[in-house]
């Protein structure tokens, strides 16, 4: 169960940090760790700023599971966290061409 939640933070990292490169106009030089690293960052800080937004609610379905078809908002909300993340990261750095 421990390396299937790891997997599974490392798959939705690497989407999630693929949308936000996606979302920043310019190139950045970025390799598959750090994308993944992004992503789950930017899931982290989006997750934070939708609960203060919206209140801490977790999508369940009938049974009491999470449901992955009505997950839509916490997606959008971890790609918007990781374009944030990567923005914040490239203005401090103040490197537009190379993130290492």
Known sequence: MFLGTILGWVIAGLVVGAFARLLMPGKQNMG?????ILGIVGAVVGGFLGSLFFGPNLTM???GAYAVGTAWPGWIMAVLGGFLVLWLF???SGRRDRIV
């Open 90 to 92: 490239v203005a401090l």
């Open 32 to 36: 598959i760790p750090m994308t993944i």
């Open 61 to 63: 379905d009938s049974t």
